[in-house]
C-alpha cells in the first residue's frame, strides 16, 4: 500500500504536501483540546504513507467542524483529507466499533438514534408521536433509504475485515 494514502489524496485533489507544519490546524482543533486528536500528526503520516494511520483510532475524533480548514494558512483542505483517509480506512476495514454501530442503526432504521420502548413512551407522554419524523416512521421511505444503502454496498463497508 505504499503510495495507496498520498494517491488517494491527490486522487481528491487534496496536496497535503503543501503542509509547512505550522501546526495552526492542530492548535485550533476544538477536539484536539479535550483529546488525543491531533490534526499535523495525521496528516504528516498520510503524507509518509504510514499505513498506521488507518488504523488510528484518533482519526476518527475530528467532528468536521472544519476550523483547522478554514485556518490553514496554506489553504489546504484538511477535513476533506481526513474524511479521505476515513474513507480509506473503512474500505480497508478500519472502523471504530462505535462507528460500526451507528451505521448499522442507519441501514436498518434510517437513522442512528436508536428509539426504544422507553423512549417512545417518554415522547407519548410528552405529547408527541412515539416515533419521530425520520424515515422509521415511513416504512416505504425506510425501504427506500435501505435500498439506496444496499446499491452503495453500505453494508460490505460495515463487514469486519
Not at 38 to 48: E, F, G, M, Q, V
Not at 54 to 75: G, M, N, V
Not at 111 to 135: C, F, I, M, S, Y
Request: proline fraction near 5%; charged fraction near 30%; glycine fraction near 4%.
Amino acid at each position: 500500500m505504499s503510495e495507496e494514502i498520498l494517491d488517494m489524496l491527490k486522487a481528491a485533489g487534496l496536496d497535503v504536501l503543501a503542509c509547512m507544519h505550522c501546526g495552526t490546524c492542530t492548535g485550533s482543533c476544538p477536539s484536539g483540546r479535550h483529546t488525543s486528536l491531533n490534526t499535523r500528526r495525521i496528516l504528516r503520516d498520510a503524507r509518509k504513507n504510514r499505513d498506521a494511520v488507518l488504523s488510528d483510532d484518533s482519526l476518527w475524533l475530528c467532528t468536521t467542524c472544519y476550523t483547522c480548514q478554514e485556518r490553514c494558512p496554506r489553504q489546504i483542505p484538511i477535513t476533506d483529507a481526513l474524511l479521505e483517509i476515513r474513507r480509506l480506512a473503512v474500505r480497508k476495514g478500519f472502523m471504530l466499533p462505535e462507528h460500526r454501530k451507528v451505521s448499522e442503526l442507519v441501514l436498518n432504521y434510517g437513522h442512528a438514534v436508536p428509539l426504544d420502548e422507553e423512549t417512545k413512551k417518554k415522547r407519548e407522554e410528552l405529547g408527541l408521536d412515539p416515533l419521530p419524523e425520520t424515515v422509521r416512521k415511513y416504512p416505504d421511505a425506510l425501504r427506500d433509504v435501505q435500498t439506496l444503502l444496499r446499491a452503495c454496498k453500505f453494508e460490505e463497508l460495515l463487514a469486519e475485515k
